[in-house]
């Protein structure tokens, strides 16, 4: 799947009227880093921070993103990440 945390929609309003479009690299991978263990989580922590645009990651580093945020975030940012997740392209 591709995401792209440095442009990344952010929901201001439950009725999605209203967003803001910004850089979460840093937020989520501190997040990450902060909260989860083990090297993987380290190591997706780091890629998310260096990243730049789209960036791809496998179905192992998705789950792990998904559980981050679910956990974690506000459901604004959820909604955004869901949101890209549902349009980002296939690994091949």
């Known amino acids: ?14 009725s999605k009227k209203t967003a803001q479009t ?3 690299r840093e937020m989520f991978a501190d997040t990450i880093y902060r909260n989860i263990g ?5 190591a997706l922590a780091m ?5 730049e645009g789209g960036t791809e990651y496998n179905d192992d580093e998705v789950k792990l993103i998904k559980n981050v945020a679910e956990q974690l975030c506000l459901p604004g940012f959820i909604d955004g990440l869901n949101e890209q997740l549902e349009g980002g392209k296939q690994c091949e």
């Open 22 to 24: 910004g850089d979460a």
């Open 47 to 51: 890629k998310i921070y260096k990243s």
């Open 1 to 14: 799947m591709i995401i792209n945390f440095e442009q990344i929609k952010v929901y201001t309003s439950i």
């Open 38 to 42: 083990g090297i993987r989580a380290h």
